[in-house]
C-alpha cells in the first residue's frame, strides 16, 4: 500500500515537471527583438529630394533651434540624465523597441490597428447591414471598417505623409545644422547608435507627429492607444540620449504641419463616397444585365452590399483618372456565357478538388483575409522585414515605404475600378459545388486584388532591393495562385491582375527613378 | 472500481482538442476518465462513431448562428485501446480520423486522421469506507496530432494540433450498483504553428507560432453499473486558462477562450452470447459555452476483450472473484 503510494506520488511529481517544464511557451514576434537602427549612410541632403505634395521642402517653417550653450539646452540636457538616473527596466525596453526604427514601428502599428479593424459588420435583425461612421468610430459597428482598399489607403498616406514630413525634417537639419545632444555632451550615457546626423528637428518625432495626425482622420476611434505610443515613442528617444526635448518638439509640430496637407487631401480624394448607395449598387447590376452578362451577387447571407464599389474613383497617387482608364485598366473578362469561362469555372472545380496541404499551405499564407493586415499589409510586412537587413536612414525607410504603399493604394483603386466596372460574378456564384478553401471576399471577381496588389508590390521591391527580385516575383506569383488554388477566382482574374498591378508598380519605380534619392 | 473486466474502452478519441466543433464529445463514456480498470493482461480494443453537430455557436459570450455556415457537423471514426499492464495500472491510446462539413455558405469541409493519445492510469487506492468502496486513480496522458492537418480554419478544422500533457485525478464511490465519479484534469498544452505568418488575438503577432492557453476540465458522472450493464449521466466542463473572445463577426481561432458545460447521457452492455464482446452508446448536449458551437451529439461502438492470461477462465469469471 505504501509502495503504491509512493509510486503514484513519483508519477504526479513526474508528470507535473515535464508539465512546467513545456510551459515556458512565450511566443516572440520576427521584430521584436531587432537591434538598433544603424544607417549605412545619413542620407543627409535628403532635404533635396522630390516630396510628394510639398511644394518645397520648407513650405512649413521650423524655428531656428536654441543653441547648445544656453542654459535652456543644458537644461534639456540634464532632463536625459535625470531620466537615465532612475530608469526602469520598461523605459530600457522601450528605448530598445523604438530604436530599431521610427518608420518601421508606426508602420507595425498601423497593421495592427488594420488587423484589428478589418472585419466585416454583423447583420442587423432585419437582414441589412450597418455601416460604421467616422463621426461615431466608437459605436458598433466600429469605425473603420479597415478592409483592402481601406488599409492599401490608410497604408499609403502615413507612409507617404511620414515621407514628405522628413524631406522636410532633413532639409532643416542640414540648414541649423545642430548636433545631437551626445556631440553636445560627451556625458550622456548613449542608449542607441550614435550619427553625424543633426538631431533638430528630430526625425523620430516626425516621423510619430504625421502618423499620429494621419491616423486621427484614418483610426478616429483608436486615439487611447496611439497617443500612448506616441508617448512612449518620444520618451524613449529623449531617456536613449539620442534627442533634447527641443529636438522632439520641432519634429513633431513639423510632421503633424505636414500630415495636416495629406489630411486635406484625404478628405477630398472621394474615398469617404467610396461606399455608394442602394440606387448606386441596383445601377451596377442593372448595367451588367443590360450587356447581356451575368451581374456579381454577393455570396453571403444575408446577401452583402459589394465591397466599396466607388473606390475606383478614388484619387490615385501616381496617376490620374483619365490616365487609369486609358493606360492600365485591363480588357474585359472572358464573356459569362463563353466557352473560356466555362473552361475557367470547370478549372476552378478542379482546382478545389485537389485540396492537397501544400495549397493550403499556400491559400493560407496569402488569405490575408478577415482579421489581418490585408495583402498590402502582408506585402509591407515582407518589405519591412527586407528593408531591416538594409540598413536604411529613416529618410529612405519612408521614402521605399511610400513607394510601395502608394503602388499598393493605386493598385487597390485600379482593382476596384474593374471590379465594379466588369462586374463579374464569382465562380461559385456559376458553380455552387465550388467549396472554397478560404473565404470568399464580397466584391466581383474581375481582377483579383491579390494579384493585382502582389504584382504592384512585387514590381517596385524589385527596384528598391534588385537581388530581391526573383524572390518577390515567385511570391507575387504565388499570391496571384493562391487565389485560384482556393477556387475564389479565375485564371484570367489572377493572371491579368498580376500584370496589371505590374503597370501600377512601374509609375511608382518612374517616380523613384526621379525622386533624387536613388537606391 | 477494477472488476467490470468486461468493460470496454469507450473512446474519448481525443477529442478535447476539436473543441470549437465538437468539445461536447468529451462528455462521453470515456476510459481515460472514468473508475474503470482493465485487469491485467487483457486488453480491450474496439472503434467507435460519433457525429455531432451545432448550429448555433458563442461569439465570446454572444449566442449565435451564422447562415454562412449553417449546421457544423462532426463525424468521427475511432479505435482504441485498453491494456491491463496490472490490475492497477493500464495503458490507453486512441485515434481518431474526423470529417467536418458546414451545410450552408462556401467553405470546403475537411477530414483527416487527428491526434494520438496515449495515457496510463493507475489505481493507488481502493477500500471499502462506510456502505461502499471508495477508490482514487491518476492518469497521465500524451496527445499529438500525427499527420499535417490544418489548424487555423476553424471552425472547420478538424484538431487544434497542440501537443497535449494531461493530468488527471479521479474520485470514485460505489456502494452496491451505484456509483459517483468526479474528476478533475489539467492540460497543458504545447505552443502550435499555422500556415500564415502573423495574425492578431487582440494584439498583432509577427510569427507563425502561437501560445495556446493550458485548459481545466471538469466532470461529475454518477449512474448503476453492475457486471452486465452501465448506465451514467455525465456533467463536463471544459474551462481554457486564458486565451481570447472572438470579436465581433469575426471568425475562430485556436488560441480562443474556449469554454463548455455540456451534460449526457452513456450506456454499456455486455453482449452475452459472446464472452468479452461489449457495445456502447450515448449521447449528449451543450448548454453553455464562450467561443464553441452548442453541438449535440450521439455515438455508438463495439469492443472486444483479448485475454492474454494463460489461465482458461473469461475475465469476467476471474472478475467475480473480487
Redesign the interface.
Given at each position: 500500500m505504501k509502495k503504491?503510494?509512493l509510486?503514484?506520488l513519483i508519477?504526479?511529481v513526474g508528470?507535473?515537471l515535464?508539465?512546467l517544464h513545456?510551459?515556458t511557451?512565450?511566443?516572440?514576434?520576427?521584430?521584436?527583438d531587432i537591434s538598433a537602427l544603424q544607417p549605412s549612410k545619413t542620407d543627409a541632403n535628403a532635404g533635396t529630394w522630390k516630396p510628394i505634395l510639398l511644394n518645397a521642402p520648407d513650405e512649413f517653417a521650423v524655428a531656428a533651434p536654441i543653441a547648445t550653450n544656453s542654459p535652456d539646452y543644458i537644461a534639456q540636457v540634464n532632463e536625459i540624465k535625470a531620466w537615465q538616473k532612475n530608469i526602469s527596466e520598461k523605459e530600457k525596453e522601450m528605448v530598445k523597441y523604438w530604436s530599431a526604427g521610427a518608420v518601421l514601428r508606426w508602420n507595425?502599428i498601423l497593421?495592427?490597428l488594420v488587423?484589428?479593424h478589418n472585419?466585416?459588420?454583423?447583420q442587423n435583425a432585419d437582414g441589412t447591414y450597418p455601416f460604421p461612421s467616422a463621426n461615431n468610430p466608437l459605436a458598433?459597428?466600429l469605425f473603420p471598417f479597415a478592409n483592402p482598399p481601406y488599409a492599401a489607403r490608410a497604408y499609403a498616406y502615413v507612409s507617404a505623409a511620414q515621407y514628405d514630413a522628413l524631406v522636410a525634417a532633413y532639409h532643416y537639419k542640414k540648414l541649423y545644422n545642430r548636433a545631437a545632444p551626445y556631440n553636445v555632451d560627451a556625458s550622456i550615457n548613449v542608449m542607441v547608435n550614435k550619427s553625424d546626423l543633426p538631431s533638430y528637428p528630430s526625425e523620430d518625432a516626425v516621423v510619430e507627429g504625421a502618423a499620429v495626425e494621419m491616423l486621427k482622420l484614418l483610426f478616429p476611434g483608436d486615439q487611447d492607444f496611439i497617443q500612448q505610443k506616441a508617448t512612449e515613442h518620444k520618451n524613449a528617444r529623449i531617456i536613449s540620449g539620442a534627442n533634447v526635448r527641443s529636438d522632439i518638439d520641432a519634429g513633431e509640430a513639423l510632421g503633424k504641419a505636414v500630415a495636416q496637407k495629406f489630411v486635406t487631401r484625404a478628405r477630398g480624394d472621394r474615398a469617404g463616397a467610396a461606399i455608394g448607395n442602394q440606387a448606386g449598387w441596383t445601377q451596377l447590376e442593372n448595367d451588367a444585365i443590360a450587356k447581356g452578362e451575368t451581374p456579381w451577387y454577393s455570396?453571403?447571407?444575408?446577401k452583402r452590399p459589394p465591397m466599396l464599389p466607388l473606390f475606383g474613383k478614388v484619387k490615385a497617387f501616381l496617376f490620374d483618372s483619365l490616365t487609369m482608364v486609358t493606360q492600365i485598366r485591363p480588357g474585359p473578362p472572358p464573356l459569362v456565357k463563353s466557352d473560356k469561362m466555362k473552361q475557367e469555372t470547370d478549372e476552378a472545380l478542379e482546382n478545389?478538388k485537389n485540396?492537397t496541404?501544400e495549397h493550403?499551405?499556400i491559400v493560407?499564407?496569402w488569405?490575408d483575409g478577415?482579421?489581418?493586415?490585408t495583402p498590402p499589409g502582408?506585402w509591407d510586412?515582407i518589405a519591412a522585414e527586407d528593408f531591416i537587413k538594409k540598413n536604411y536612414s529613416e529618410v529612405r525607410w519612408a521614402r521605399n515605404m511610400a513607394l510601395l504603399n502608394m503602388s499598393l493604394m493605386d493598385a487597390a483603386i485600379v482593382c476596384w475600378d474593374a471590379k465594379y466596372y466588369y462586374f463579374n460574378p464569382r465562380p461559385?456564384q456559376l458553380n455552387p459545388a465550388?467549396?472554397?478553401?478560404t473565404?470568399?471576399p464580397n466584391f466581383p471577381a474581375y481582377i483579383s486584388g491579390h494579384s493585382t496588389f502582389s504584382g504592384a508590390a512585387a514590381s517596385i521591391l524589385s527596384y528598391i532591393i534588385p537581388e530581391n527580385a526573383d524572390k518577390y516575383n515567385a511570391m507575387a506569383k504565388e499570391a496571384s495562385l493562391s487565389r485560384m488554388y482556393a477556387?475564389i477566382h479565375y485564371r484570367a482574374d489572377c493572371e491579368v491582375g498580376l500584370v496589371t498591378g505590374g503597370k501600377v508598380g512601374a509609375y511608382a519605380v518612374a517616380r523613384g527613378n526621379s525622386d533624387g534619392a536613388g537606391n | 472500481m477494477k472488476i467490470t473486466l468486461w468493460y470496454p474502452v469507450t473512446g474519448r478519441l481525443s477529442v478535447l482538442s476539436i473543441l470549437f466543433s465538437v468539445l461536447s464529445i468529451t462528455a462521453m463514456a470515456q476510459t481515460d476518465a472514468d473508475a474503470i480498470m482493465m485487469e491485467k493482461n487483457n486488453f480491450c480494443t474496439g472503434a467507435m462513431y460519433s457525429y455531432s453537430s451545432w448550429k448555433n455557436y458563442w461569439e465570446g459570450t454572444f449566442k449565435r448562428d451564422n447562415a454562412n455556415f449553417g449546421t457544423v457537423s462532426t463525424k468521427m471514426i475511432g479505435i482504441m485501446g485498453n491494456y491491463g499492464i496490472s490490475d492497477k495500472l493500464n495503458v490507453l491510446f486512441s485515434i481518431p480520423y474526423v470529417q467536418t462539413k458546414a451545410t450552408a455558405g462556401t467553405l470546403h469541409g475537411q477530414k483527416g486522421v487527428q491526434d494520438l493519445s496515449l495515457w496510463i492510469k493507475y489505481m493507488p487506492f481502493e477500500k471499502k469506507i462506510g456502505p461502499g468502496t471508495l477508490s482514487l486513480y491518476a492518469v497521465g496522458g500524451f496527445s499529438f496530432p500525427v499527420t499535417n492537418y490544418v489548424v487555423d480554419y476553424l471552425p472547420l478544422s478538424i484538431g487544434l494540433r497542440s501537443k497535449n500533457i494531461s493530468l488527471r485525478g479521479l474520485v470514485d464511490y460505489q456502494v452496491k450498483n451505484w456509483f459517483a465519479t468526479a474528476g478533475v484534469t489539467y492540460i497543458n498544452r504545447s505552443n502550435i504553428k499555422i500556415d500564415r505568418d502573423s495574425y492578431y488575438t487582440t494584439e498583432l503577432h509577427l510569427t507563425n507560432e502561437v501560445d495556446m492557453p493550458d485548459a481545466m476540465q471538469y466532470q461529475f458522472r454518477a449512474g448503476w453499473r453492475s457486471d452486465r450493464f452501465i448506465a451514467e449521466a455525465v456533467l463536463s466542463n471544459w474551462t481554457t486558462m486564458g486565451g481570447f473572445d472572438i470579436t465581433k463577426n469575426n471568425m475562430p481561432f485556436p488560441s480562443n477562450k474556449m469554454n463548455m458545460t455540456a451534460v449526457g447521457v452513456s450506456g454499456k452492455y455486455n453482449v452475452k452470447a459472446v464472452d468479452g464482446l461489449s457495445i456502447i452508446g450515448g449521447g449528449n448536449y451543450t448548454v453553455a459555452g464562450r467561443n464553441v458551437g452548442q453541438s449535440t451529439g450521439i455515438y455508438g461502438g463495439v469492443f472486444y476483450i483479448l485475454n492474454f492470461n494463460k489461465k482458461k477462465k473469461t475475465t469476467e469469471q476471474s472478475s467475480d472473484k473480487k
Open positions: 503504491q503510494i509510486f503514484s508519477m504526479v508528470v507535473s515535464v508539465m513545456s510551459c511557451k512565450s511566443v516572440a514576434g520576427r521584430t521584436d507595425e497593421r495592427e488587423a484589428k472585419l466585416p459588420p454583423y458598433y459597428p455570396l453571403e447571407v444575408p478545389i485540396d496541404r493550403y499551405r493560407h499564407y488569405a478577415v482579421g489581418t493586415a502582408h510586412a461559385t465550388i467549396k472554397t478553401l473565404g470568399i477556387g | -
